[in-house]
């Protein structure tokens, strides 16, 4: 008899980011231009991650738009089950703010986390010292834990 396929969860929280430190790629003050970020969240609620590492590259179209891409390190909880896995961000931006989408990074989650996949993401305007965001995710608990022993 096949397994049957887990339900999605759907959930959210909260996350913060600090420690922004962004390089320029090639000549800055130019359009379009491309830059290197990297970045430390915070997050809480269904995600329990106190500090995140995550790596972007934008592509500036204008003075204050453009889009991005990234990938973001999580260890710590998912509603109480603890793994770390990395989400695969890609968002566009402007001069109001960020919206980004993201989705589990296939055989990233470790732990009680092995198994996980999923997807979310945020809308962030300039001044929010808070990011609400969602996830919906599964945790199919076939897959074989990768972990060493």
Known sequence: MPTPTPAPTQTGGHFTFADWEEQPVGPAGTAPRLARATVTNSFSGAIEAPGTG???TIAYTG???????????LSGTV????????LEERGDFDSSGTRCRFEVVPGSGTGELTGLSGSGGFDHRHGEQSVAYTFTYTLDRSVPSADPA
């Open 63 to 73: 003075e204050t738009s453009g889009t991005y891409t990234g990938m973001e390190l």
């Open 54 to 56: 995550c790596s972007y």
């Open 79 to 86: 509603d109480g089950l603890e793994g770390t896995f990395v």
